[in-house]
Every structure is written in structure tokens, then in C-alpha cells.
């Protein structure tokens, strides 16, 4: 078991792992499954040395965990928007957990101050983890997600690492 940082023969796998929690409705807000050539883009976005995606490895990727620019500013550049996920097979033991512990570790070496996570409220395994962590609840929007015919409400979660 490992984390490192996620190579381009990893993208299927983080795809996968994504696009397995679509049909939960907790944490995306994503309604169909993406492909690889649509991630493509998005995953050439990242990189070690200021935006990193991070995969944990045990023999394959059981989860991913990345850190992108929030908001595309300038005046933005010391915050990032955090989002982990995890291989149906492999939730609730401990992964998620250890990639966060390993971004919030690694957050200040990489020039930034502020990690922020967009959660829906009814995710309570998430919302959870977060504030395990110490992200504190800075905003909620109420109803600006529709899933399944239903409103749901968005939790800014944030926290200050340096």
C-alpha cells in the first residue's frame, strides 16, 4: 500500500472509481457515467510540483484523492479545491482518510494556505471526514443541486493549513 502521485496509466482506474459513485447521488453531481478521452483534459490539469493527484496503490488504484485551483484567479493561487474518492470494494477502511492526512501533510510544501471541499450536505460519510480534519462548515447553498428530482443543499468545507 501506497500513495504516489497518479500516472497517466492511471486515469481508466481513477475514471472508474469516479464513476462509481454517480449512481449513489452523494457525491457527484455528475448524473452519467464520464469517459476516459472526456477526463483527459481535466487529468492533464494536475501536477506534482502545484496541483497534484495522488492514487493510493495496493497492487491497483483503490482510491484517488486531487488538489485543483479554485476558481482559475490569480489572487486564488494559495487555495485549492480538494475532492477524494474510493473504490466501492475498498470504503470505509481507512483510505480516504490516509489521502487526506497526506494532502492536508503536503498542502503548505506546495505553496498552498487554504484547502476547501464541495460536499452535499446529505453526505454524511464525507462531511464526516472533513471535519474529522478540522474543515470547518464556511457555506452552504441551499438547494443548487437537482438529483432524482430532488434538491440538495452544498457544504463549502474549509480549512486553513498554513
Keep these: 500500500m501506497t500513495i504516489r502521485h497518479a500516472a497517466g496509466g492511471d486515469l481508466p482506474a481513477i475514471v472508474e472509481i469516479y464513476n462509481a459513485s454517480i449512481p449513489g447521488r452523494l457525491a457527484t453531481a455528475d448524473t452519467q457515467p464520464v ?34 485551483s479554485f476558481y482559475g484567479r490569480p489572487a486564488y493561487q494559495a487555495t485549492v479545491e480538494c475532492a477524494v474518492y474510493v473504490a466501492p470494494s475498498f470504503r470505509r477502511s481507512g483510505i480516504a482518510r490516509r489521502l487526506l492526512e497526506h494532502a492536508i501533510a503536503r498542502a503548505p510544501g506546495l505553496g498552498v494556505r487554504t484547502i476547501l471541499a464541495f460536499v452535499f450536505a446529505h453526505n454524511g460519510p ?27 443543499d452544498l457544504l463549502i468545507l474549509g480549512l486553513r493549513v498554513a
Design 35 to 68: 469517459t476516459v478521452d472526456q477526463r483527459r483534459e481535466w487529468f492533464a490539469g494536475f501536477s506534482p510540483e502545484a496541483r497534484p493527484i495522488w492514487v493510493y496503490d495496493v497492487g491497483g488504484v483503490a482510491g484517488w484523492l486531487g488538489l485543483r
Design 126 to 152: 464525507s462531511v464526516g471526514l472533513f471535519e474529522r480534519y478540522g474543515f470547518e462548515r464556511w457555506g452552504n447553498l441551499p438547494r443548487v443541486a437537482e438529483l432524482d428530482g430532488i434538491e440538495r
